[in-house]
């Protein structure tokens, strides 16, 4: 069965694929696998017949055969574990790349997505010009420290894995806070990752919903 993902029919971030069914898009190219796209819009995100797939009505949503998934990072490990191409065969290196999933999920995208959210929720408090230089502080930490791990090497821990995946989608979230920009190896990291083949088939098939090209509400087949 070909499975199903969700994702917005107008995309918030204006199609610069910043939306998380970009990482589940990206993983299914990169195994090689086709799948089906349901536009939603905010409206039919919260009705009872998407929060029966997404229990916090967001996208994206994940359905195969009678498996139905929610969070991005759940999708991307379920076809990392099992398709060839996301993940190494050897155990240990297996672990190690699932741990950079949890690394970028858990450590380096929550000061990420704080600081997008600041100014919207917050930026007409009096302490918002003190509390934004404290956000960015933080994100320039874990950048430091990841920087420093990932040194000279192409990727973060041997072959281009799904640790790689979510780490280079969470570091584009920076873009346009002129944070990235002082860390150069990052910058290449990012870079590297956009240039792959599958990136570019997954931007590409997002980009045009918001084109317009494939917006017509009915879903959209995408042969990886």
């Known amino acids: ?16 694929g910043l939306a998380r069914d970009m990482r589940v898009r990206w ?3 990169e195994v090689g696998r086709p799948y089906d796209v349901r536009l ?14 997404h229990p916090f009505g967001q996208i994206p949503t994940y359905e195969a055969d009678d498996l139905v998934l929610f969070e991005s990072g759940a999708i991307v490990l379920h076809l990392a ?7 190494p065969a050897d155990a240990n290196a297996r672990a190690r790349a699932i741990a950079w999933m949890f690394a ?8 990420i997505v704080e600081r997008e959210q600041v100014t919207y929720t917050e930026g007409d408090k009096p302490w918002y010009a003190h509390r934004l230089p404290l956000l960015e502080e933080r994100i320039r930490h874990r ?8 040194g000279v090497r192409d990727w973060l821990a041997g072959a281009f894995s799904a640790g790689d995946l979510m780490m280079v989608m969470v570091l584009r979230r920076l873009e346009g806070m002129e944070i990235l920009e002082d860390f150069p190896t990052l910058v290449a990291y990012v870079a590297r990752g956009q240039s792959r083949p599958a990136y570019q088939r997954a931007f590409a098939a997002q980009r045009a919903v918001f084109a317009g090209n494939a917006a017509t509400g009915k879903p959209a087949r995408h042969r990886a």
């Open 143 to 150: 950048l430091g420290q990841l920087s420093g791990r990932l």
């Open 40 to 53: 939603l819009s905010f409206e039919e995100m919260k009705q009872p017949a998407h929060l029966a797939l």
């Open 1 to 16: 069965m070909t499975p199903t993902i969700t994702a917005f029919r107008a995309s918030p971030d204006g199609g610069r």
């Open 27 to 29: 993983a299914l190219e």
């Open 104 to 111: 970028a999920l858990n450590t380096v995208e929550p000061p």
């Open 81 to 87: 574990e099992r398709f060839e191409g996301l993940l």
